[in-house]
């Protein structure tokens, strides 16, 4: 088995946890200063017993959340627990952050000296808000998930499913959560573990991570105000879609630009890949922007018009970028324009037509410049993939 070292899984974990204590505070910050703040309490509720011992594996839960991540047995079951665990902790706290709660229940005085030291602890930390989805209840699948096949035997899962399970009910029995604060949680961890399956589809990875940054946008704007915070989750969240749905070509980009509806709907993520490639160019800026790769195959990164002027003059130009708009110099050439997305492997079906069209040129012994948006990936893969067709 192909297990993660240490380091990766402490810089998972250190993602993690420091998403969660930005973002937690932040939510319980905002409530206190709101005036509409409501509760979900029912009136059963006030009959249930208080159970100050329960604070122990209430307490627990941070402990669980740490060995979930030095414990998980693989790659792919490490990089499902850190995209549920930040996918739970974004959208509870977008919920907590729209829809403010707080708990409504006196809790009584605990005289035993070390539930009360450590219900101390807890009210330094945390303050009667956050409650719905109770993220507590919500972690516990996913800490289950992480941790079940990490246990030997059928005695070691039988206890981590009753510790998880105290974890959930001390929730209630500690005056922490309301029921329908827990029902929320579990339905939330379950829609975590529903979402984001570890089945290594690299598609759903990057379609999180543009969705989590639309979640940030969102908790942005209940911070912070302003119409900007809205229009880039909106924004991030098609992006998100395109890559979800494997839609490569949802930018649109005609004879090597974008209409104009293109640049109102996605300009946060045009500017951020401009920007992206400038960066590129700076740091690659000693070395040469293209490579011949085979005979009559150049293949690099979006050019400048000084830096297309290097290439032959009757180069044909195959642009794999659907993030960038072509430089003039190339649009004005024979240009193709066939997107993949990135971080996306092509498969043959994308691959097929741009093999075919590499191939016509190459029969007219004509040069081609092939090239995505930074050089690093796409162009390289199709550049092999047709070496591996038409060995020379």
């Excluded at 704007?221 to 890559?243: M, Q, T």
Aim: glycine share 6%; net charge positive; with cysteine.
């Amino acid at each position: 088995m192909n297990r993660p070292g240490m380091p990766q899984r402490l810089i998972q974990l250190a993602l993690n946890g420091a998403l969660f204590g930005i973002c937690y505070p932040l939510t319980n910050y905002l409530a206190q200063g709101r005036r509409d703040v409501g509760n979900v309490a029912m009136a059963w509720e006030a009959g249930l017993p208080f159970l100050p011992w329960m604070v122990l594996p209430y307490m627990t839960s941070g402990l669980f959340f740490v060995l979930s991540f030095l414990l998980v047995r693989d790659h792919a079951g490490l990089s499902a627990l850190s995209r549920r665990a930040a996918f739970t902790t974004i959208t509870a706290c977008v919920v907590f952050a729209a829809w403010p709660l707080h708990f409504t229940l006196p809790r009584p005085a605990v005289d035993a000296a070390l539930p009360a030291w450590l219900f101390a602890q807890l009210g330094a930390m945390d303050l009667p808000y956050n409650q719905l989805p109770s993220l507590h209840v919500a972690y516990c699948p996913i800490f289950w998930a992480a941790l079940r096949t990490a246990a030997a035997s059928m005695l070691q899962r039988a206890a981590l499913a009753a510790w998880l399970t105290l974890i959930a009910i001390s929730t209630v029995f500690t005056y922490q959560h309301h029921a329908l604060d827990v029902a929320g949680g579990a339905a939330l961890g379950a829609l975590a573990l529903y979402l984001l399956p570890s089945d290594g589809d690299v598609r759903k990875p990057v379609a999180f991570c543009y969705s989590a940054l639309a979640g940030l946008s969102l908790l942005a704007w209940f911070a912070l105000g302003g119409p900007w915070w809205l229009y880039l989750a909106a924004s991030l969240l098609l992006v998100a879609r395109a890559y979800y749905r494997r839609h490569a070509a949802f930018l649109h980009k005609r004879d090597g630009r974008y209409p104009l509806w293109i640049w109102a709907m996605y300009a946060p993520y045009l500017c951020g890949y401009l920007l992206t490639w400038q960066l590129v160019r700076w740091r690659e800026r000693h070395r040469p922007p293209f490579t011949r790769h085979s005979e009559g195959l150049w293949v690099g990164r979006r050019l400048t018009d000084a830096e297309a002027a290097q290439l032959p003059a009757d180069c044909a130009v195959i642009d794999l970028s659907n993030e960038l708009s072509e430089t003039r110099a190339l649009r004005n050439r024979s240009y193709h324009h066939f997107p993949l997305l990135d971080l996306h492997a092509p498969d043959a079906q994308s691959a097929r037509p741009i093999l075919a069209a590499i191939r016509a040129h190459a029969a007219q012994g004509r040069a081609i410049y092939l090239h995505c948006a930074m050089g690093y990936r796409r162009s390289r893969q199709i550049a092999q993939l047709y070496l591996e067709h038409y060995p020379q």
